[in-house]
Every structure is written in C-alpha cells, then in structure tokens.
C-alpha cells in the first residue's frame, strides 16, 4: 500500500527550514528518502532502518517512528539545491533497495531566493 | 563509469506497435528493476531482476515484459502498445547488500 505524504508542496524561502512528513498504514522495516530534480533521475539520499540505525546525506536529517510507521525529513537553513520532488518509499522486508519499495507520491519543494 | 543508461531517451508510438527500452549498467550491480512514473502517481514498480536470468514482478506488470540475460542489461519490452503506457520510464540498480539504488536518465513514452 502506498505510503502517504504531506505535505504534497511547499514553497520556501533560502534559509528556511522544512519537514516533509511519510506514513504507511502498514509495519515497516525501513524508510528510504530520494530527491528528484525536474527532469532527472531519483537520487538516494538516505534510509531508515528499524531499530534507530541512520545514515545521513548532505545536511539533510530524518527520523523513523516505528511504532507510529511514520518517517520525517528535516531540511534545516534550505539551499536553493535543495528544491525538488522528494519521495519516500517503504519496506515491509529486510534487505530492500528501491526494487523492493512502495514509494509515495512525492512533496515538491521549492526554494527562493 | 557511466552508471545506468538508458536509451533512447524519447520515444513516440502508435497503439499497437511494439518496442523495447534498453537499460545497461556498468556497475555490476546484480539487482536491476523497471518503474514508470505518472504525474502525480510517484514511482511503480514494474519488473525487477535480482540476477540473470531471473526477473519477477513489481506492482505494475501488465502490459510489459523482461529478460535478463546478462549482468549488465535488462531491457523492458511493450509488446502492444497502449496510449495508458505514455509515462516516463527509469530503470535502476544496485548491489546486494546496498540499499543505495542508482537511476537512468529515464525514457519518455508517448504513445497515441
């Protein structure tokens, strides 16, 4: 089932500081987060695995609930590179990568000047 | 390296044609999957491939069909196409063991 995100757009000013929020209805073992910028191809930014294990890209954080099946990415003092389509994707199962993903619809990010 | 590339980048058909979308990477990688992408939609799942010769489905199969002879190709094929597959098509890949997955370029598909 595909995982919820919100919120769907936001529009920031550079410096400011954003959450993107993702929910599943279902257990999971992992969260992974991907930026896409127009045009171009999904890139990894990082994952979430059960039991509190983090591995972070750039200056952007994130936290796993495992209870809750809910996952935040904090983008904190944004950079204009920072604007993109930023997906989440679950993982019921150990040992996914994006082949063994649901991902969400994505939240576009916009970031001014 | 060149990564995952994917060819040809655009692709315009009539209903009923057939093609295939080539997907080659030069990483090793033994997984290797196909998702389309539709506004709004996010990414689906189509195929994957954790190994040559061996392919399964995702969430999105119909209408597609793959085969994985070798490591470094996978390509995807429509047999007949449908104006409901114009979409964007990535292909990915990664190691065993990495949840880090690399992406195509992507192809876009038009079908009328």
């Known amino acids: 089932q595909q995982p919820v995100q919100s919120p769907q757009a936001v529009i920031l000013r550079e410096g400011e500081d954003a959450v993107i929020n993702c929910s599943s209805s279902k257990a999971l073992y992992s969260v992974h987060w991907y930026r896409q910028k127009h045009g171009e191809a999904p890139v990894f930014l990082m994952i979430?695995?059960?039991?509190?294990e983090q591995k972070g890209h750039e200056k952007i954080s994130a936290s796993f609930n495992e209870k809750k099946q809910q996952s935040s990415l904090y983008l904190t003092a944004s950079q204009l590179s920072y604007s993109g389509t930023y997906f989440c994707g679950t993982d019921m199962y150990s040992g996914g990568g994006a082949d063994g993903l649901t991902f969400g619809k994505g939240t576009h990010l916009i970031i001014q000047p | 390296n060149a990564g995952v590339t994917q060819t040809p980048k655009f692709q315009v058909l009539k209903t009923g044609q057939s093609m295939t979308l080539q997907c080659a990477q030069d990483?090793?990688?033994?997984?290797m999957s196909w998702y389309r992408q539709d506004p709004g939609m996010g990414l689906r799942l189509i195929h994957y491939s954790v190994g040559a010769g061996i392919t399964d489905q995702g969430e999105v199969p119909n209408g597609y069909n793959v085969s994985r002879s070798t490591t470094e190709d996978f390509p995807l094929r429509l047999l007949s196409a449908a104006p409901s597959q114009t979409s964007v098509y990535f292909c990915a890949s990664r190691n065993r063991g990495s949840e880090n997955s690399f992406f195509g370029s992507g192809t876009q598909l038009s079908v009328l």
């Open positions: 979430l695995l059960k039991g509190g």
């Open positions: 990483m090793n990688h033994e997984y």
